[in-house]
């Protein structure tokens, strides 16, 4: 009889290392550290078995591949969804991962952990948004050995900007023999005005000496735009009959990655990796409040922002009789060129006509750890590490803004500096306590140091008790930071609003001014989780509420600093109120037979707003349950069924930026749908594998219809029914 790649004896050590029952994604690979873990790991592997953790692998990403970007990938794990960059609607196809309602900014984003914050370079709105599709599209889904999804307390070890949360995107190593492989993947939507995806991968890996391996992968990934009228019908027209909302943009990836290995001895490993990224988009017509003009409507198609992304490290791992440790240094450079953008009023963040300039954002940062085992009454596992990092962003194009009326702040009308910059430190310690037989404790605190924002702690407590041989309950604590960001605190950094984007129970006189504050404290959150996970060596499950409680959250503030001889206001970036995000996940792991597994997980939010106005945080599902059917019908053949379903998403009730309560087709809410897939594989040999498949099959569609204020949460696009082939030749 046939068994599936990943027998049923496999399950309690997938447990392990799926990094807690509430990732249990179908079909987990072991890898080495399986084979250790009656002993005592790490602190940082203990709090990767937390329950708001969870594993995506290579052979997953094989059965449902993402259609071009890795957040498709994502979005199917507990806890996260897609979202704009804010409540607000505006940019609201540019969906990014949302990691437990806490909004895009607060989910920080690895690739072999190191952060990729290429989406700072990008000019930050009024509202909170910004024209950037993420960071989770530098990796080909091809070259993911895995993804870590880790959400909660356990996040909070990775420093500022992990709130929410951490994606950490693995990529594949050197192999021990050559190898190579070319993928080519289709994708075709069934409606013509949605735009079709074309994706070709290569790769090489291979040995060079005894000690030294290499892995070269080139990547070339094509999406289409919709077409310009995709929501016609649905949203408001212009006085030239075409709809004021767009549809999804394109995007064109281009990608080279090298990685060389060196291990002189079994102790030692040092890698160099060194990459290169071209993001290109296909202009769809999104303007940031839906106010298109002839100049827009003719930069369909054309290509009007690039993000170029280089990257270096250099990273030493040491395994030794002692301990291990690792330390790096990486570089990481982004380039974006794009049509300069309005800074006031309606055409705030609209193309217009000019040059285009880019913001350059560069990051160096060093880091190093060791953890060490020893015994002092109990067996312990304690972890020490540092990290330095220097932050820089240059954006002329975005500070452009003038005034023609006294003074703001201390700078003159045209010689503010378009360059910003900081520096920041951590020092953190972990130890990974065996109190008991049952018992295990993983108490941390790390320290955080910003030249700009002075000092934070983040003290951290998770634990697990192994109630019996198959149920273990889990829980765990930690206070999280996320630093302002570097317009936020740009006191260069200058909008304009002509009135009506102002407080409107104030009497307008010349508009108003929000400009950057460098008196900004970070926004901290203590993050709580409890639950359980089961395992009695058949079928798993696990289920864990979660609530973090945040304050200082950093808001453009509609208090009046001061007014300038004009009548003009002036307002700036504020720490303001707090928030409260709440809910429950869960999943449950049924073989139902020795071929036919059945993975479910759902997210149930119970709240995700701000405490002061009541207003949400994001634009989520009151709900979402992923299920997924895998029957691995034969060696050759295998076959895949998937549902999702989403609940109602309710948009905000008011408009803090004004004051005014939003009223008639701003209230709509979104009623609660399902998307539905079907795959089938074919593994003819081990050299050559093909999968087709049909995705959202009943064909269910939504149409962006304007922004918050105008539509609800009937802010973005979900693509209709679409098609899919993949093939990949080996050797």
């Not at 900007?161 to 192999?175: D, E, H, L, Q, S």
Request: charge should be negative.
């Amino acid at each position: 009889m046939f068994v599936p790649p990943f027998p049923l004896q496999y399950a309690s050590a997938a447990v392990a290392l799926a990094l807690s029952g509430a990732a249990l994604a179908q079909g987990v690979t072991p890898v080495q550290e399986m084979q250790s873990i009656q002993v005592l790991g790490t602190a940082e592997e203990e709090i990767k078995e937390s329950l708001g953790v969870s594993v995506i692998t290579a052979e997953d990403i094989q059965r449902r591949p993402a259609t071009n970007d890795l957040a498709d990938i994502i979005r199917r794990e507990p806890g996260v969804n897609l979202t704009g960059n804010s409540a607000s609607g505006s940019r609201g196809n540019n969906r990014q991962i949302d990691i437990r309602g806490m909004g895009p900014e607060n989910t920080l984003i690895l690739i072999d952990g190191k952060p990729s914050t290429s989406r700072n370079s990008v000019r930050y709105g009024w509202n909170g948004d910004r024209d950037t599709r993420g960071d989770t599209n530098w990796v080909p889904a091809e070259q993911v050995e895995r993804i870590e999804v880790i959400r909660g307390p356990a996040a909070a070890r990775y420093g500022s900007g992990a709130m929410g949360g951490v994606v950490n995107i693995i990529t594949k190593r050197p192999t021990d023999e050559t190898s190579g492989s070319i993928t080519y993947y289709r994708g075709q939507p069934e409606d013509s005005k949605e735009g079709s995806t074309d994706r070709v991968n290569l790769s090489l890996s291979s040995p060079i000496t005894d000690t030294l391996s290499m892995r070269v992968y080139g990547n070339y990934n094509k999406t289409r735009a919709d077409a310009r009228d995709i929501n016609a019908g649905k949203a408001a027209e212009g006085a030239d009959g075409i709809p004021l909302t767009s549809g999804r943009e394109g995007v064109v990836n281009k990608d080279v990655n090298a990685l060389l290995s060196w291990r002189p001895n079994r102790s030692n490993t040092l890698d160099l990796d060194l990459g290169f990224s071209r993001q290109g988009n296909e202009f769809a017509g999104d303007t940031m409040n839906n106010t298109p003009d002839e100049y827009v409507n003719d930069l369909y198609g054309d290509e009007t922002n690039t993000m170029y992304r280089e990257n270096f490290a250099l990273t030493h791992s040491g395994d030794y009789d002692w301990g291990i440790s690792k330390a790096s240094i990486a570089y990481d450079y982004t380039r974006n060129m794009r049509e300069p953008e309005g800074l006031a009023g309606g055409p705030e963040g609209r193309p217009v006509a000019g040059e285009k300039q880019p913001s350059r954002l560069k990051n160096l940062r060093a880091a190093g750890e060791i953890s060490v085992p020893f015994k002092w009454g109990v067996e312990q596992y304690a972890t020490m590490g540092v990290e330095w990092l220097h932050e820089s962003l240059e954006d002329p194009s975005g500070l452009r803004q003038t005034y023609s009326s006294g003074s703001i702040g201390n700078t003159g009308q045209n010689d503010r500096d378009p360059k910003t910059d900081q520096d920041s430190y951590a020092f953190f310690i972990e130890n990974n306590i065996e109190a008991s037989d049952r018992i295990t404790l993983t108490p941390g605190v790390r320290l955080d140091h910003s030249s700009e924002f002075g000092s934070n702690w983040s003290p951290s407590l998770n634990g697990s008790y192994d109630a019996t041989d198959s149920l273990r309950l889990r829980a765990g604590i930690a206070r999280a930071y996320k630093a302002p960001n570097l317009y936020q605190s740009n006191p260069n950094y200058l909008l304009y609003s002509m009135g009506n984007g102002c407080l409107q129970s104030e009497t307008n006189s010349q508009g108003c001014y929000l400009v950057g504050n460098e008196d900004l404290s970070p926004e901290t959150s203590v993050n709580k989780e409890i639950g359980f996970e089961y395992d009695p060596g058949t079928w798993r499950a696990s289920a864990a509420y979660f609530r973090n409680d945040y304050k200082n959250k950093i808001v453009a503030d509609t208090n009046v600093l001061y007014r300038l001889p004009n009548g003009a206001r002036v307002l700036q970036w504020s720490n303001s109120g707090k928030a409260v995000v709440e809910g429950l996940e869960g999943n449950l792991f049924l073989p139902l037979a020795s071929s036919l597994d059945w993975n479910t997980n759902f997210t149930y939010m119970i709240e995700s707003k701000n405490k002061s106005t009541g207003e949400p945080l994001s634009i989520i599902p009151e709900y979402t349950i992923n299920s997924t059917l895998d029957w691995y019908y034969s060696p050759k053949w295998s076959f895949q069924a998937n549902v999702t379903y989403y609940g109602k998403q309710t948009g905000p009730s008011f408009n803090i930026r004004t004051g005014e309560e939003i009223t008639g087709d701003g209230l709509q809410t979104i009623s609660p749908y399902a998307l539905a897939g079907l795959s089938a594989g074919y593994e003819y040999n081990k050299n050559l594998r093909f999968r087709v498949g049909v995705s959202n099959l009943f064909d269910k569609r939504l149409y962006r219809e304007g922004n918050a204020t105008s539509a609800g949460a009937a802010t973005y696009n979900e693509p209709g029914r679409a098609y899919y082939a993949t093939m990949t030749a080996s050797f």
